[in-house]
């Protein structure tokens, strides 16, 4: 009486409670598997495991061998413990670098792309003038205005924008390569560029904001890099007060602060880190 209602109470036949007969799995030779459908052998035994009595003694920790155990507990739960991983390879992500002008992406991605293996930094086309010390296909891929638009016309580019006068655009062909080869892809582009690409990827690509931790150092820093005109400076400051508004659509802040880049481009690493841990994960496509 009291194991039938036992029964009813978990949903289980009454078998269910019955011994099972001894079915040792490998790798005790010239055993038929237990079932032909290792999925469905391996639930069911997992659901059934915590009721299904022990048929086999199973011996002693401080005595038995590490297979001698293996083989009796395996022979007690049903089935055979599974070499598979039990968690598969996280997607490959597209990481959005973005913030105002002169916060230090460039110096971060730098020193990001020194310590860190299997990220693709994706070289972005411009038809902006090379600055002292860039390297054509390593900072950027310099080309003229004309070819800038022959990119757009044959749809090789996944955005692109006129940034203070100049076409920067990424090429998605690049993307895709390196994502094909298990990269994750780091793009690094302006405020109005990561917008365009949170409406192109919404949540499957992590969008980064890096800032500086006040207005007064981020325009400093401006002024040091000596690369603008004071009219250039005046726009770009101006702009950047602007920019600092837009971060509440990223996931995530990185505060480069004076002479800190090291703990910014640790942040960096963490916040991968944590977004290939994620159980649920981002998948984008391009
Ligand atoms: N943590 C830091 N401390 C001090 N100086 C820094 C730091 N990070 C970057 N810099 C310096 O600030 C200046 C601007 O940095 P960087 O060129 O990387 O900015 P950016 O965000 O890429 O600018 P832009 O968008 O205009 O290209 C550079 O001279 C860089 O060396």
Redesign the pocket.
């Given at each position: 009486m009291f194991r039938r209602f036992l029964c009813t109470f978990l949903h289980l036949q009454p078998l269910i409670l019955r011994p099972k007969p001894f079915k040792p799995t490998s790798p005790i030779p010239n055993l038929k598997p237990i079932s032909p459908f290792p999925q469905i052998r391996r639930l069911s035994s997992q659901m059934g495991d915590f009721r299904r009595p022990i048929s086999v003694p199973i011996p002693a920790v401080e005595k038995a061998g590490r297979s001698e155990l293996l083989r009796a507990l395996e022979t007690s739960l049903g089935s055979g413990f599974s070499p598979d991983p039990l968690w598969h390879n996280p997607n490959p992500l597209i990481i959005v670098v973005s913030?105002?002008?002169?916060?230090?992406?460039?110096?971060?991605?730098?020193k990001l792309r020194e310590t860190r293996e299997g990220l693709h930094f994706v070289v972005t086309a411009t038809s902006r003038e090379m600055r002292p010390g860039e390297v054509h296909g390593k900072d950027y891929y310099f080309v003229s205005k004309d070819e800038f638009l022959g990119m757009v016309e044959r749809d090789e580019l996944l955005e692109y924008a006129l940034v203070y006068g100049d076409y920067k655009g990424i090429p998605k062909q690049q993307i895709r390569e390196f994502m094909a080869r298990g990269f994750d892809i780091v793009l690094?582009v302006?405020i109005q560029g990561a917008e365009t690409l949170r409406k192109i990827f919404g949540q499957s690509a992590v969008f980064v904001f890096?800032m500086?931790e006040s207005e007064v150092?981020l325009v400093e820093?401006?002024i040091?890099?000596?690369?603008?005109t004071k009219e250039a400076l005046l726009v770009?400051v101006a702009t950047a007060r602007e920019e600092v508004k837009h971060v509440k659509n990223f996931d995530y802040v990185v505060v480069?602060?004076?002479?800190?880049?090291d703990n910014?481009v640790k942040l960096m690493e963490s916040i991968i880190d944590a977004e290939k841990a994620k159980v649920l994960q981002r998948n984008a496509v391009i």
């Open positions: 913030g105002p002008s002169g916060v230090g992406k460039d110096a971060l991605i730098k690094r302006d890096v500086a150092k820093r401006l040091g890099r000596k690369t603008e770009r480069n602060a004076e002479g800190k880049l910014a």
